[in-house]
């Protein structure tokens, strides 16, 4: 068995299908409605299978953003792999860091113009891991949300920087955290998340 | 449950230990490290529990030098949601005791709410097997030591014991101390995803000065020596040389 220090690419977690992203996943195959007639920003998007799910359910336009530019090169090959490069004119790829530039404002705006505020979709997969990164990710989802509306979805086992009360209660900026799914984890994703059974899927309101 | 487990860092078992020139211990410099593999158990059936939803939280717990952080990302990687590391000077990590150990474990449990406390049986370094009975004693909790199997059952444990006749089976009120034999289970590798979300997990570091623990040694290491060296042997050509060689010493009669 190769051993974790024989991995020859830094962090690589567009590697694996994080429990939060399958619970995301499957809550976005399972709401068509939702899907249906999107724009998405698939935020830390990692291998992208979350975008990949929207661009089989009738999503308008998709932005994946990772700031990994391997996690963009996963997706892509995933999204060939499964037969969705016809797809392409309606996806973005981009690595930009969105939490700390400003001139991605506009692409934001563009991905966002002429659809729907309640079709406007911003995707997190297990992205809250550090409670002073979902600090941070918390103050710009604020802004977005403010300024565009969105619908903001998260996918995530319950890691500590979305449950603990002390956390939760010390972030900069308040918000709701409304449970829309839950999903037992199949026995080799804990296998393989050790501390794991189920993953959900919230909506984040500021 | 909120399971709080001792991981104590020391000189992997796989290391061939030498004993310093002047007798006072072991060297322990540039040598490799784990989790004390008795602890690795208690962790895993920590974790074990967690993923059948009978424990809510599994909190590891080192006391020692700075690089008990090592062991306590290795025990995060392994599915612990937290750590708290009791840091105190590498000179003092030595000297450290298992009773200060459960002075330190008590401080915790003060702090913050506690259902449990899972230990190895014994550490591979000292071989004490202290810690246990005492922190039982020192919060006058009951004690599950030598823990071959463990079945939560509401607010008691019901657990397995491996004694010199056989194994005994006790039912223990929560809140409890659990130490772990080797057979209670098999201890899982950490795979890389756990090691990469692990690296972000909380860790809490207090000083044992802060908390106000005293590490005066109780007890004088005299000397620390190595087992004597078995004497070297001797070859013989053949049978007939073999049963000479056996008379001349006396150990078959003539």
Known sequence: MATPDACPLVDPYWAFYWPGGQSLTRFLLDHENIVRGSAVLDFGSGCGVSSMACLSHGSRRVVINDIDRNALLASKLNLRLNGMEWNSSKIRYTNANLLESEDTHYMIQDLYKDVPVSSRLLLLGDMFYDSDFADTVFRWLKRLQSEFGVRILVGDPDRHPLTEKKLLHGYTTGFSKNLLASYALPGYVTREHYGFTSAHVYQIEF | ?254
């Not at chain 2, 962790?43 to 717990?61: I, M, P, Q, S, W």
């Not at chain 2, 071989?127 to 607010?155: C, H, R």
């Open chain 2, 1 to 254: 449950m909120r399971v709080l487990v001792g991981v104590k860092r020391v000189v992997d078992y796989a290391v061939k230990v030498r004993v310093k020139p002047d007798k006072t211990g072991v060297i322990t410099e540039g040598v490799q490290h784990s989790i004390n593999p008795f602890d690795e158990i208690a962790l895993e059936e920590a974790v074990k529990l967690k993923e059948k939803k009978a424990a809510t939280e599994v909190v590891a717990f080192s006391m020692g030098g700075p690089k008990c952080q090592e062991v306590l990302r290795t025990a995060l990687a392994k599915g612990a949601d937290k750590a708290i590391h009791i840091e105190v000077p590498d000179a003092d990590a030595s000297k450290l005791e298992p009773l200060h150990v459960a002075r330190a474990l008590k401080k915790i449990i003060e702090n913050d709410k506690f259902d449990a406390v899972f230990l190895g049986k014994q550490a591979i370094d000292d071989d004490a097997n202290q810690t246990g009975s005492l922190i039982a004693g020192i919060l006058d909790w009951p004690q599950a030591l030598y823990a071959s199997k463990v079945e939560p059952d509401g607010k008691y444990l019901k657990v397995t014991r491996e004694i010199d006749g056989g194994l005994d089976t006790i039912k223990v009120s929560l809140p409890a101390v659990l130490s772990a034999d080797l057979r209670l289970n098999e201890p899982r590798y950490a795979t890389l995803p756990n090691i990469m979300k692990a690296k972000k997990k909380p860790l809490e570091k207090k000083s044992a000065k802060d908390l106000g623990i005293d590490v005066t040694p109780q007890t004088k290491v005299l000397e620390v020596s190595e087992p004597p060296v078995r004497q070297a042997g001797g070859f013989v050509d053949d049978v007939s040389a073999l049963i000479t060689k056996l008379k001349e010493k006396g150990f078959i009669k003539a």
